[in-house]
T-cell receptor, first 114, second 111 residues
Framework: DTEVTQTPKHLVMGMTNKKSLKCEQH?????MYWYKQKAKKPPELMFV???????INESVPSRFSPECPNSSLLNLHLHALQPEDSALYLC?????????????FGPGTRLTVT | GDSVTQMEGPVTLSEEAFLTINCTYT??????LFWYVQYPGEGLQLLLK?????DKGSNKGFEATYRKETTSFHLEKGSVQVSDSAVYFC??????????FGSGTRLQVQP
């Protein structure tokens, strides 16, 4: 099974709201990722978790706050977002950080900030 | 730094035509190479991969060969179908960070 699940599928939030995106994998992967994808563009890396610890933050604004409660779960907490943050947010996982493994992606959360 | 370059799209083909999408990479070290496909409104699906020079990845009629001498990983399919219409991303991974993606190539297959 190579499934990564994400909830919710769609999210509309105002600029003063607080919401969270959730991601789950049961493949025993030890690296998990958050990407942001704008229309007609490739995914842009936001965060990397390696063995449940944050290893890479691509200078993402603090209104995005990642969390890795355990090896299977990854959350992205959102607060005071801007309309330009509207995008598809993708979660991915891979077997072992620091190696050239493929990443498996979830279906994404389509976020609209109003 | 690492980079991946793909041919600009959209690529428009008739059903049963031959497909080639060019991809070249630059990397320090020996990356693994991947093709991902993204259907409208969905996430990315791993289509195929190759981990070393001269490896051929294949899946669902698609193929790509890791050519170290030309730093290329071109995607090919002998006979495309309407259902192959999607965006295709070439990507590399040297293990130092995360995937490095190309800009994506949109494929439109007409009946």
């Amino acid at each position: 099974d190579t499934e990564v699940t994400q909830t919710p599928k769609h999210l509309v939030m105002g600029m003063t709201n607080k919401k969270s995106l959730k991601c789950e994998q049961h493949m025993g992967h030890r690296a998990m990722y958050w990407y942001k994808q704008k229309a007609k563009k490739p995914p842009e890396l936001m965060f990397v978790y390696s063995y449940e610890k944050l290893s890479i933050n691509e200078s993402v604004p603090s209104r995005f706050s990642p969390e890795c409660p355990n090896s299977s779960l990854l959350n992205l907490h959102l607060h005071a977002l801007q309309p330009e943050d509207s995008a598809l947010y993708l979660c991915a996982s891979s077997q072992d950080p620091g190696q050239c493994w493929e990443q498996y992606f979830g279906p994404g959360t389509r976020l609209t900030v109003t | 730094g690492d980079s991946v370059t793909q041919m600009e799209g959209p690529v428009t083909l008739s059903e049963e035509a031959f497909l080639t999408i060019n991809c070249t990479y630059t990397a320090t070290g020996y990356p693994s190479l991947f093709w991902y496909v993204q259907y409208p409104g969905e996430g990315l699906q791993l289509l195929l991969k190759a981990t070393k020079a001269d490896d051929k990845g294949s899946n669902k009629g698609f193929e790509a060969t890791y050519r170290k001498e030309t730093t290329s990983f071109h995607l090919e399919k002998g006979s495309v179908q309407v259902s192959d219409s999607a965006v295709y991303f070439c990507a590399s991974n040297t293990g130092r960070r995360a995937l490095t993606f190309g800009s994506g190539t949109r494929l439109q297959v007409q009946p």
